[in-house]
């Protein structure tokens, strides 16, 4: 049984892949974590509640023009 040999592209393409691996396993969890704690704050914000309010209610409003 053999196995062919790798091609210089295709040592390329792993080389990329392994580099772009590694980018995200080391900068990418920091980039998901500064989004995290982003949208925590955003929520959490002051002046938060009362437009989360308003927007939970807008299913509720009747609609003020008539569809007839």
Do not use: N
Request: charged share 25%; hydrophobic share 45%.
């Amino acid at each position: 049984m053999t196995t062919q040999p790798v091609t210089a592209r295709e040592g390329d393409i792993m080389e990329i892949y392994t580099a772009l691996r590694h980018f995200a396993d080391s900068w990418g969890l920091l980039a998901m974590t500064l989004f995290f704690l982003g949208v925590v704050a955003f929520v959490f914000r002051p002046g938060a509640k009362k437009s989360a309010h308003e927007a939970a209610q807008i299913p509720l409003k009747e609609d003020s023009h008539d569809d007839r």
